[in-house]
């Protein structure tokens, strides 16, 4: 399946600085888990969460293909 461009300037740019975020806003979270503030299945857990949802908004929104429209749905942004 080729990944055609689904998006516009806007929601490109929408998704990279969302998916910027989402990477490095989990940051307070891991020093919280890692000196030990919080749970470590619980903090790594979150982590993970908050990097794969950054990943995909940043290859949304570097490819220009969005998941979501993609499988029909439509998105505002």
Do not use: Q
């Not at 890692?34 to 995909?56: E, H, K, N, P, T």
């Amino acid at each position: 399946m080729a990944l055609e461009c689904n998006l516009e300037a806007r929601g490109k740019f929408v998704r990279l600085v969302l998916g910027a975020f989402a990477i490095i806003g989990s940051l307070p979270i891991v020093m919280l888990t890692v000196f030990g503030a919080i749970d470590v299945r619980i903090g790594w857990s979150l982590i993970g969460i908050a990097w794969a949802g950054g990943a995909l908004g940043i290859f949304e929104g570097w490819s220009g293909f969005c998941i979501a429209r993609g499988l029909g749905f439509r998105t505002p942004i």
